[in-house]
Each structure stands twice: as structure tokens, then as C-alpha cells.
């Protein structure tokens, strides 16, 4: 598998030099109106995303997008403050001085330009369930960390171990059913562990896609769920060199985070990095503080790449370093967490910010080469990666670990866009992963194993003057190779050899029925194979508070979804009704059957008693929907207003299934006022209601609801290097006790963090 990857950078860039030769070079003109008045829209932002190309407009609303071929048809994407998002199919070949007209709109982005699907779309012509959110509301948010910053999203919420750790769960499904995309590349980070969170900088993120429902047309396994992609940001234009510095604090778990940025442009040349620091302690609630709940991190990443009339190529790498705290009991029953010796550990202590025993200590490498050949009129678009994980867990010693995982992933992902044929748009694609993992600890989890998956895909777009439809389907392979492990005489793991395969389909279309109303629509198929702690697992779960048991014998999932969607766009008034239904053959999840325990040996000699989880399979439906209503009857207030609803059933014994998320409602107010030298600012209030969670199965208990109450404020600074941006947040302001359902804390009376206010700054310079 390593010799086809090596074969295939070789071909691939043998040929290079014959496209960056081949295609003509041109530059694309156009101007930016607004659309009642007639009069230029100085400094509008023009994208083409397929072309990593970025320009904006001078003082008579002109721009020049330079170093584009010659011909070919992309999607061109245009945003002004006040002005409407619009994006249009551009033929580079016979349009010349295109012109614009930009309509004022307090919904600046109701036009949302879709990346993770074979063509740029706008969501006028997507048949799947997309919400994106962009870098100022990831800011704004407070979110420890990138899954928690979005975690508000209808549909979208995370099974949370602290601050420090959260996975995303889309319509009820999440761990390896969910894939996270970065840098173009599938995330490989040992997924399957509750308390294993995705390995990304949170500053990186320029913009955030979340595909809700099956995505295995485009994605293979592990998209059964939906697909969270982390998209970084457009480099500058042509001759720009520009860089920014961001800092935040948050008064719960005195998170201090920072992050340093510098990018440029020369003449096509395109460059980046970025160092982030991110350090707290234990988070709180009441007047308690959770000992060695506290997290540091450190990332380094960067980009070096070419954007020329031939495409573009980007080669990015980073490294991402974290150790975090892992709490091993719950308070007593007075509410007080204690040490060996059952002294009450005091606040001092608890608020230290030195991570003590027991911890993780995470670094995650990584290496992507995405790329994008234009092709005459078509498109060969790569992404080529590496991975290593390095996964250790420190109990009784800072030095040597317990647990130690290596994982080492290489992956491809080669689709070509074939020119368009009248109003067809035709693509196929070829994804596969080879992975290998080592234990090099002395306490074993999950057993060695490599795997090698392979997928291969066809998918056809037609687009009509009022939408659009796509059909396509997929053949994956996978195979799964468990090593035999015997330690001190005892058998550990026994060894399997395991092949799935699956055909997968998707049919869905878009259609404007009315002025501003879209119907959508979308029947697919999903397909995953088992993980390896599902297939393999026996020991101990470290900050799970479990004992996990694997069955090799498990069948892959198999799913199919239905999805109805209608969205309303007006200029003072948006609605969008999401409404789906799945149902998953060979459902695989943990339980603890019979309160089945299994006795645990510690150093010191005491004994501990863990419950034993095991994986098992059923047929399950999930079935919900998400409601958004936003209203700005003055252009200044904005009353936004969302809800979401899951339900699982276990179709073996008509009973929920484990890990769903309450049903909830969020209603936030924002006060966008004009103040005089100043530019966005707002002012915030929200309301998050998370209803009672009654239905659970047999090992989980009752959720109550609650509420709670959000606020912040911000404004920016306009400067010679661009917007100087301060925000204050404030979650939880009454300072609830409360457990979310899916808090890994919740079954050790954990509660969920209280009140806290976070402070941020973005300056621009250079």
C-alpha cells in the first residue's frame, strides 16, 4: 500500500510540469454594483473556491482575478457587509467584464456556498442538509474548543469529558460515524474513545461545513453520520502579506488561549503559519472546582503552496500537542472531591494549573498535499496524506505510560471533474486509508492491528435554471487485521481477520418551488465497518469509568435515510424545516448487560470495581428534524430562534437507544446598532432550553432539563491593516447546575461547567 502511494506522487507530479505548461494563462474582470442604486461597491470580496483565487474590488467596484485559466466554469462567490451573499456559475472563456449587482439584506449570508461536495454549490442547488458557520461566530462563540464552538448548531451537540474534550454527535450519531475532514484530509485520531477528542487547532478554522445525514457517496465508511469539515482560509490576493494575533480568556477554567498568525501572496507563491498556546485549569461549578480537570496545548501548522492558471497546490503539515487531566472520581457525598486519604482537596489546589496523575498526552502529526489540476475544461482534484497519533496515557507514573497507541494512517483521496456536459456535471473518484497501529505500553485497550480500505465512486449533478438534482453510487472495501497478544502468560487478545464491503447510493434534489422558498430533498445509503475498540477491546477504559469487551464477530452498519427539507429566504424574515428519518441495520453500540462488573487491581493493592461494557448490534431508527425562524423587522435586531429534536429506537425491544441528545430550544436576541467609528457591533441575549431526556436505556439514567442564559457583546475597530475585533461572551450567566446527557461526567455526579465569561482580541497587522 505505501509503494501505490509512493507510485501515484510520482506520476502525479511527473505530469505536473506538463499542466502548469499547457493551460493559458488569462485574468478574469469584472465589476460589483448595488443592484437599486447602480453605484460601485468598493472593497467587495470576490472568491473562487475551486481556485483558491481571492480578490477585491478598488474604488470603482472593479476587480481583477489574475493567474485563472483561460476557460472553464467555476463558481464565483461575492460578500459585501450589508449586501446579500451571491454567487454565480462563471464561464472564465466567454464572460468578460462581468457586472454585479449586490441587493442590501440584513441576512448577509443567506446565500451559503457549499465546498464539500464534488462541485461548489450554493445552497439554492445542494440536495443535502449543510449549516456552515464562519470564523467571527467560532470566535464569538466561547467554545473551549472547535466541536464545543459549534455544539449549539440544530442537530449538532457532543458527548463532553470537561473542557478539553468533546465529539461531535450529528442527529443522534457521532464517534465513528461522524467524520472530521481537515486540511481535505479524513481526521484519523483513534475516534472510537469517548474521551478522544479531534486533533485541530481551533484557531485554524476559517469556516466550519457540517453535512448532516449519510455522506458515504462522497466519504466512504465513517460517514454514515454526517461530516464535520474544518476548511482553513483563502490565502490572501496576489502581492498581499498580511497576519493577525488572537487571544482569549475565560473565567471558569482560566483558559488563556493565543494564537499568531502570518500569510502572503507572491505573484501565485502562497504561504502560511500559525502557533497557537491554549492553557487551564480545572473547570467549576457552584463554588466547586473539578481537580486535574485542566488542559495545555501547543500547535504548530503551516502552508507552502502555488495558485497559477494551471490550479493549485498546497502542501500543509502540523503538529498539535495536548495533555490533559483525567478525573478518576466524583464528589462525595457532600459534594466534595477528595484525595487517597479523604481530605477535601481545597480550591487551591484544584485550581493548579500543572496536570497531575492520571493524564493523556496526545500529539497528532500531519501532512496533506491537496491539489487542484485544471484540465482543459475539467478537473483533477487530490488529496494525499499522512498521520501518526501518538496516544499515551500516564496512572501511576509522569515517566512511563499505561497505555501507549501509535497510530500511523496514509490516505488518498483523487476525483475528476469532467467538463460539463450541456447542463450535466459528471464525477468519479477513487478514496482508500492504510492504517497501522502499535501498542507500546504496558496496559492494553485495543490489540495491534492495519487495516486497508479502498472506495470508488461515480456522481452526476444536473443543474436547472431553479435547481438542481444528483445521483451517484459507491463500492467500498475494507479490511481489518487484529493482532494475537498474550502478556505474562495471559491471552489478551485473540487474533481476527475481518472484510466488509458495501455498494452505497444517493439520489436528492433541490428545487426554488416559489420566490426565496427551496425544497430539498435526499435518499442515501450509508456504510460502516466496525472499529477496532468494537471489534477488539478488553481493558480498561481510562476516564470512561468502564471496563470495555470487543466482539469480533460484528457485521458492518448499513443504513438509509430520508431527508425533507424547505427553506425561506426574505429580506426580513428566514425559515428552514428539516425533517428526516434513518434506519440502521446491524447498529452497533456499548452496554452494560446484567450490571455485569469485572474486579480491577490497583499499585497501591486496592481493588476496584468497574462495570463492563460490551459491544453488541441491533436494528435501530433515528428520526427528528431541526426548525430555524429568524426575524429582523429593523435592520438593527435580529430575534433568532431554533429547535432540534432525536429519537432512537431500538427496534429489537422497541426502547431508546443509548447516547441521544435532549430535544432542545435556542432563542437569542442581537442589537446591531451604528455606532460612530466603530463597525459590528452587536449586542446579545440567548436562551437555551434543553428539554427532559425520559427516554434512555437500561444502563443510562433520567436527564433533567434546564435552562440557560447566554449573553455578549463586541465591536471592531477599522485600522490601516484591517478590523481590530473585541467581544465579550457570557455562558451560563446564572450559573446552573445542570448535566447535559452526554457529559462523560454525568454517571460520577459531575455536573457540567457554571457561569463563565470569556474576553477576546483579534488584531490585524502587517
Do not use: C
Request: proline share 4%; net charge neutral.
Amino acid at each position: 500500500m505505501k509503494r501505490v502511494h509512493l507510485l501515484l506522487f510520482i506520476a502525479l507530479y511527473l505530469f505536473f510540469p506538463v499542466l502548469s505548461f499547457a493551460t493559458e494563462v488569462a485574468q478574469f474582470r469584472g465589476k460589483v454594483i448595488d443592484a437599486d442604486m447602480k453605484s460601485p461597491l468598493p472593497g467587495a470580496t470576490i472568491y473562487i473556491t475551486d481556485l483558491k483565487a481571492i480578490t477585491s474590488t478598488n474604488e470603482q467596484g472593479e476587480f481583477i482575478l489574475k493567474n485563472v485559466p483561460a476557460k472553464g466554469k467555476f463558481l464565483l462567490e461575492v460578500r459585501f457587509v450589508g449586501y446579500k451573499t451571491y454567487s454565480v456559475l462563471v464561464d472564465l472563456g466567454s464572460q468578460h467584464n462581468l457586472v454585479i449587482p449586490l441587493s442590501a439584506s440584513v441576512i448577509e449570508s443567506a446565500e451559503v456556498v457549499i465546498t464539500g461536495t464534488p462541485f461548489s454549490s450554493n445552497n439554492k442547488t445542494n440536495s443535502l442538509s449543510v449549516v456552515t458557520v464562519g470564523k467571527t461566530k467560532l470566535a464569538q462563540s466561547g467554545g473551549t474548543n472547535l466541536i464545543d464552538a459549534i455544539a449549539k448548531i440544530p442537530g449538532v451537540s457532543q458527548v463532553s469529558t470537561g473542557g478539553a474534550i468533546s465529539k461531535p454527535i450529528i442527529r443522534g450519531l457521532g464517534y465513528n460515524r461522524v467524520l472530521t475532514m481537515v486540511d481535505g484530509a479524513r481526521e484519523e485520531a483513534q475516534q472510537w474513545g469517548d474521551e478522544h477528542g479531534i486533533q485541530v487547532d481551533q484557531f485554524s478554522a476559517a469556516r466550519i461545513e457540517i453535512l448532516k445525514g449519510p455522506a458515504s457517496l462522497l466519504y466512504g465508511s465513517d460517514a454514515l453520520g454526517g461530516v464535520i469539515n474544518v476548511i482553513d482560509d483563502l490565502v490572501p490576493a496576489p502581492g498581499v502579506y498580511n497576519g493577525a494575533f488572537s487571544s482569549t480568556y475565560s473565567t471558569n477554567n482560566g483558559l488563556s488561549a493565543s494564537s499568531l498568525m502570518l500569510q502572503g501572496n507572491d505573484d501565485g507563491f502562497v504561504y502560511r503559519g500559525r502557533a497557537s498556546y491554549k492553557n487551564a485549569y480545572g473547570f467549576g461549578y457552584k463554588n466547586t472546582t473539578v481537580p486535574n480537570s485542566g488542559f495545555n496545548e501547543l500547535d504548530f501548522n503551516g502552508m507552502l503552496g502555488l495558485n497559477k492558471s494551471w490550479g493549485y497546490s498546497h502542501l500543509s503539515f502540523s503538529r498539535f500537542h495536548t495533555n490533559i487531566g483525567l478525573v478518576e472520581n466524583g464528589p462525595n457525598a457532600d459534594g466534595n472531591f477528595v484525595n487517597e486519604d479523604g481530605d477535601v482537596i481545597p480550591q487551591s489546589e484544584a485550581k493548579e494549573r500543572a496536570v497531575g496523575l492520571p493524564f493523556q498526552n496526545l500529539t497528532h502529526y500531519r501532512a496533506a498535499l491537496n491539489s487542484n489540476f485544471i484540465l482543459g475544461k475539467g478537473q483533477l482534484k487530490t488529496v494525499f496524506a499522512f498521520q501518526s497519533n501518538i496516544r499515551k496515557e500516564f496512572e501511576e507514573s509522569a515517566q512511563e505510560p499505561g497505555l501507549n497507541l501509535n497510530l500511523k494512517s496514509y490516505t488518498y483521496d483523487v476525483k475528476y471533474n469532467f467538463p460539463n456536459l450541456g447542463e450535466w456535471q459528471p464525477a468519479v473518484g477513487v478514496q482508500g486509508m492504510y492504517q497501522n497501529n502499535v501498542n507500546s505500553g504496558e496496559e492494553f485497550l485495543i490489540p495491534d492491528y492495519n487495516s486497508n480500505n479502498i472506495g470508488a465512486f461515480v456522481y452526476l449533478k444536473r443543474n436547472f435554471t431553479k435547481g438542481a438534482i444528483n445521483a451517484g453510487v459507491r463500492y467500498d472495501y475494507k479490511k481489518m487485521n487484529g493482532k494475537d497478544l498474550s502478556f505474562n502468560g495471559e491471552q489478551i487478545f485473540n487474533g481476527f481477520n475481518n472484510e466488509f464491503s458495501n455498494m452505497s447510493g444517493s439520489l436528492g434534489f433541490a428545487f426554488e418551488v416559489a420566490k426565496n422558498l427551496v425544497l430539498k430533498g435526499n435518499a442515501g445509503s450509508g456504510f460502516r465497518a466496525p472499529n477496532i475498540a468494537e471489534l477488539g477491546a478488553n481493558g480498561r477504559h481510562e476516564g470512561t469509568f468502564r471496563y470495555e469487551i470487543g466482539n469480533s464477530n460484528l457485521k458492518q452498519e448499513t443504513s438509509l435515510q430520508f431527508d425533507l427539507g424547505l427553506e425561506y429566504t426574505a429580506e426580513q424574515v428566514t425559515f428552514g424545516l428539516n425533517a428526516y428519518a434513518n434506519r440502521i441495520f446491524n447498529y452497533i453500540y456499548p452496554g452494560n448487560f446484567n450490571n455485569e462488573t469485572m474486579p480491577f487491581d490497583n499499585e497501591d493493592g486496592s481493588v476496584e470495581t468497574l462495570p463492563v461494557y460490551r459491544y453488541v448490534q441491533t436494528n435501530a431508527d433515528l428520526f427528528g428534524g431541526e426548525a430555524s425562524v429568524d426575524f429582523h423587522i429593523v435592520k438593527s435586531l435580529h430575534f433568532e430562534n431554533s429547535f432540534s429534536y432525536t429519537k432512537g429506537v431500538n427496534r429489537a425491544n422497541d426502547e431508546a437507544l443509548p447516547f441521544i441528545p435532549a430535544a432542545s430550544i435556542s432563542n437569542e436576541i442581537r442589537f446591531e446598532p451604528n455606532v460612530k467609528g466603530l463597525a459590528d457591533t452587536y449586542f446579545k441575549v440567548g436562551v437555551t432550553n434543553t428539554f427532559k431526556q425520559a427516554r434512555f436505556d437500561s444502563f443510562e439514567t433520567q436527564t433533567n432539563g434546564y435552562t440557560l442564559l447566554d449573553a455578549g457583546f463586541g465591536t471592531s475597530f477599522n485600522t490601516d491593516k484591517g478590523k481590530l475585533n473585541v467581544w465579550v461572551t457570557g455562558q451560563n450567566l446564572l450559573n446552573k447546575e445542570y448535566y447535559n446527557h452526554l457529559s462523560r461526567y454525568k454517571p460520577v455526579g459531575i455536573y457540567n461547567p457554571g457561569r463563565n465569561v470569556t474576553f477576546g482580541i483579534s488584531v490585524p497587522f502587517l
